[in-house]
């Protein structure tokens, strides 16, 4: 069966620090991936999706940016963080729907 | 592109019935339908991808209009687990990306 991991669970991080947060995909292979950004109480905004190893789209110019550096591995990173990137941050898989991993919420102070 | 959502909110009362509905301004290829509680992750509800096609399971059906490039989602006789709230997703063509609609809230009072 397919298995979506994201780590850290919660994350406090301050301004302007960096930030790495991971996903990965078992049992499935080739997968698209996703990353999407909830702001508190709002709908699922999409950051990046991803067909292959090194095919990345960005959806919204912002300070943030996705690798995929295998193919079942997703990777959302920052080099300053904004009190804007705050958020609950979800990776997702799909071959026909979409699955979600558990997210991951940071708030940058 | 995004899909527009409504209503935004609903407030049921156990028991009774409600849609929520989906609707893009492009032709769709196909468009599912996911429930969140409240802190956690979007779960899956059902896909839907042939104009006219009808789902659904339990209590909770969906159906879309390919023409009208709509969707609706029906809860009968809501149950207090149906609370959260509810995403649609679209997709313009197969393995594209899905772009999901603001949500609608719902609660359902006992």
């Known amino acids: 069966s397919q298995t979506i991991h994201q780590w850290p669970a919660t994350l406090v991080q301050p301004v302007g620090s960096p930030l790495s947060l991971e996903c990965t995909v078992e049992g499935t292979s080739n997968p698209n991936l996703y990353w999407y950004r909830q702001a508190a109480g709002r709908g699922l905004q999409l950051l990046f999706y991803s067909v292959g190893i090194g095919q990345i789209s960005s959806e919204v110019p912002q300070n943030l940016s996705a690798s995929r550096p295998q193919d079942r591995q997703f990777i959302l990173s920052s080099k300053k963080l904004l009190l804007s990137d705050s958020g609950f941050y979800l990776c997702a898989w799909s071959v026909f729907q979409e699955y979600f991993g558990p997210g991951t919420r940071l708030t940058v102070t | 592109q995004q899909p527009v959502q409504s209503p935004q909110a609903v407030i049921l009362r156990e028991g009774e019935d409600a849609v929520i509905n989906c609707s893009s301004s492009?032709?769709?290829?196909?468009v599912h339908w996911y429930r969140q509680k409240h802190g956690e992750a979007p779960v899956f509800l059902m896909i839907?991808?042939?104009?006219?096609e009808q789902k659904g399971h339990d209590k909770i059906s969906a159906s879309f209009n390919e023409k009208r490039q709509q969707s609706s989602l029906y809860l009968t006789a809501s149950q207090l687990s149906y609370s959260g709230t509810y995403f649609c997703?679209?997709?313009?063509?197969?393995?594209?990306?899905?772009?999901f609609g603001k949500g609608t809230r719902l609660h359902i009072l006992p």
């Open positions: 997703g679209t997709e313009r063509g197969r393995d594209d990306k899905i772009i």
């Open positions: 839907l991808l042939k104009g006219g």
């Open positions: 492009k032709a769709l290829y196909s």
